[in-house]
């Protein structure tokens, strides 16, 4: 049985829908290992196509290919995938290294692509590339060697696993006469190992070494001429038979990737420069929503006395208040509802002013860890509050008593208020003296209206208030503030009682103060003004945060966009080199693998990147806005570099994903003639 027999053989290529040329006609072959065969014709004539269809490049065909006895036309993916890596070799005219590959990397790719360890693949290379005297030049690029060399290269790749074919499509068409022969030299000594060696070519000369010819004509075999004895297998050389046939593994498909990107560095490190810019603008926004989160936090906390929670009377509670007095009956407990939104609205809150009821003050203590309640008063007016000195009349907006919830940080000028005296904020000690300092021990007249009783009294200025960074009621405008005592005074004095509408309730823990404030608006209160802006405030924040790290996100769009182009430009540019994979057996998957690998790494340099830009500027503008301002901005967090070098190596990925596709479906046979 011949070892390669080609039975009937007709190829049509496709033209149109209805058309198709018929490239090889009733082909009607067979050889036997240890033949030198050259196979001429003119151009045009189907040698290629032959070649093509007898390596197993081109599947689509009519007939029968038996190689060994096998149907090489019924071959499963696997079969002939191993049919490539190990029963066959192609040489071509132009060579097909791969440029960024040295020598030995050429030729190791086959074995890089079943996965033979690294040492076992140098070693028969190199046994391969001395033995074609090229043993100088392992590290040099194809680009740096000689024509024949490079065909020399080639032919070492191609027998590097030992092959029992050898298909050489006009193997010395690209070379000069000298360096041909040597060529040849070579190409007749693999015959003579007993390998089965079919070659197309031009040349008589050439022509004139094998031990057959065949000449094809317009897709028809006219002549078949047995020229010399087929050679007995002399085994002059003898390449270790291959043993493992793996797949091409993580690291190898990276390493293959990493060789690429480094022949085209600008270029990549272009690319990752520009997607590193989306990946440095989204940190940098969630590093600025968490630093003016954190800066927020802190002067709320300065300034607020953490062990305190407020609690206010609603249109809610008042009516569940009534109700109780009206009818003894138990109160309906409970927050929530539409009404509880309103309470919470700071305001609508503001524009109440409702007294407790001693039901509510009950209901208030029954809060767990709540030591304490101190009641206290506050009202908010538009003109009919005023404080007056030297016949003056100062109108103020905010009221209120004094509480252990201000801090000495509240205090700018002077003291805390005691019997019979004020607090005032600074705007208002302004607009009398120039220096609101020179205000303390001043005589005002404070004159109020409460429920619309008016109420006065004459007070001393004890000191200076200033909101300090809080945000909240007080902080925006013109307040005067005393002591609860002081203001039941005034009520008694102007034949009042005092009606408290607000409460401070002490936690006998700071961190159970979260759980009273939520408390306290379940059971239908409000809360602290103060708080429930900062809430809303941070709410907003946040929302603006991720709007801005959303803006910024576009970018990350646009550098996937830039990364899918430059891959896809990356797949044409390599079509040879992918069209030589396969040739050597790499599967769809491998090919798709060192594709996505690429676009791996150039995720993992534009996230390293982005998170090195990102905390780079960070650094330098913390350092200007502490010099400004006493207060850093930029609050990156490694959660946020995690997130960001993750993000931009899912997006590469993703982005890649089209581009290998394409790769890993190029036509071997269309992807080699591509030059
Ligand atoms: P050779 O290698 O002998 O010069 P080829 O085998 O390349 O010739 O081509 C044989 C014939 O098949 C030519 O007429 C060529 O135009 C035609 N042919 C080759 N490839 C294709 C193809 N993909 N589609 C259509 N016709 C093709
Ligand atoms: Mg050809």
Redesign the pocket.
């Known amino acids: 049985m011949p070892f390669l027999e080609v039975n009937n053989l007709n190829k049509y290529?496709p033209?149109t829908d209805k058309d198709r040329?018929h490239?090889l006609k009733d082909v009607q072959l067979s050889f036997d290992k240890g033949e030198l065969v050259s196979i001429i014709?003119e151009?045009?004539?189907?040698?290629?196509?032959?070649m093509n269809v007898l390596g197993g490049l081109d599947l689509k065909f009519e007939g029968e290919i038996r190689v060994d006895g096998e149907n090489i036309g019924h071959f499963k993916e696997k079969e002939m995938v191993n049919f490539h890596k190990e029963k066959v070799g192609f040489i071509f005219q132009s060579f097909n290294l791969v440029p960024h590959l040295s020598v030995l990397d050429n030729v190791t790719l086959a074995m890089t692509l079943s996965n033979v360890d690294a040492n076992t693949r140098k070693e028969r290379a190199k046994e391969v590339l001395e033995h074609l005297g090229l043993k100088d030049h392992y590290k040099k690029k194809p680009s740096q060697l000689s024509g024949g060399q490079k065909q020399r290269v080639a032919i070492a790749r191609a027998l590097v696993n030992d092959p029992d074919i050898i298909i050489a499509d006009e193997p010395t068409g690209a070379l000069d006469s000298q360096t041909s022969d040597q060529v040849l030299d070579i190409i007749e000594e693999i015959a003579k190992n007993g390998k089965l060696v079919i070659m197309?070519t031009h040349s008589e000369r050439v022509a004139s070494r094998s031990t057959r010819v065949v000449t094809i004509d317009d897709g028809k075999i006219i002549n078949d001429e047995k020229r010399k004895n087929i050679h007995d297998h002399k085994n002059t050389f003898q390449i270790k038979k291959r043993q493992e046939n793996k797949n091409l593994g993580f690291f190898a498909a990276i390493r293959m990737a990493l060789l690429n990107m480094k022949e085209k560095l600008g270029r990549n490190i272009l690319i990752a420069l520009g997607a590193s810019i989306g990946i440095m603008s989204v940190i940098l926004m969630l590093a600025l929503g968490n630093g003016v989160n954190d800066y927020l936090t802190d002067t709320m906390n300065e300034n607020v006395n953490p062990m305190i929670s407020e609690a206010r009377m609603t249109e809610e509670t008042q009516e569940e208040a009534d109700e109780e007095l009206d009818t003894e009956a138990p109160a309906e407990q409970g927050g929530g509802g539409p009404g509880n939104l309103a309470a919470n609205n700071p305001i609508v809150q503001l524009s109440k002013n409702i007294a407790f009821e001693e039901s509510n003050i009950a209901e208030l203590e029954t809060i767990p860890h709540v030591e304490e309640i101190e009641l206290a008063y506050s009202s908010f007016s538009i003109g009919s509050d005023t404080v007056v000195y030297e016949d003056e009349s100062y109108p103020f907006m905010n009221f209120g008593t004094i509480s252990a919830n201000m801090t000495d940080s509240n205090i700018l000028y002077g003291s805390f208020p005691e019997n019979s005296e004020v607090l005032i904020t600074e705007e208002m000690a302004e607009n009398v003296f120039s220096t609101a300092e020179d205000m303390i021990g001043e005589e005002v007249e404070v004159k109020l209206s409460v429920n619309g009783s008016p109420l006065t009294g004459n007070y001393t200025v004890s000191g200076i208030y200033t909101a300090g960074n809080a945000i909240g009621p007080a902080s925006a405008y013109d307040s005067v503030f005393m002591t609860m005592d002081t203001f039941a005074d005034m009520n008694e004095e102007n034949g009042l009682t005092v009606e408290p509408n607000l409460a401070y309730l002490y936690a006998d823990e700071a961190s159970k103060s979260q759980m009273i404030k939520d408390e306290i608006s379940d059971l239908g209160y409000a809360g602290s003004s103060t708080d429930t802006l900062a809430e809303t405030f941070t709410q907003m924040l946040d929302i603006f945060t991720y709007i801005l790290s959303g803006v910024a996100g576009i970018s990350l769009f646009v550098s996937a966009i830039m990364i899918l182009t430059v891959l896809y430009i990356s797949v044409v540019e390599r079509t040879q080199e992918i069209g030589v994979l396969k040739a050597i057996g790499g599967r769809n998957k491998d090919i798709r693998r060192i594709f996505v690998s690429e676009s791996f790494l150039i995720g993992l340099f534009s996230g390293l990147l982005g998170v090195g830009i990102a905390s780079f500027i960070s650094m330098v503008g913390n350092i200007a806005v502490e010099n400004l301002f006493g207060t850093t901005i930029l609050h990156m967090t490694p959660a946020y570099a995690l997130f960001g070098i993750l993000a931009s190596i899912v997006i590469s990925v993703v982005a890649g994903v089209f581009p290998a596709n394409k790769a890993a479906r190029l036509d071997p046979i269309e992807a080699l003639r591509h030059d």
């Open positions: 290529y033209i040329f490239a014709g151009s045009g004539s189907g040698k290629s196509t032959l197309v």
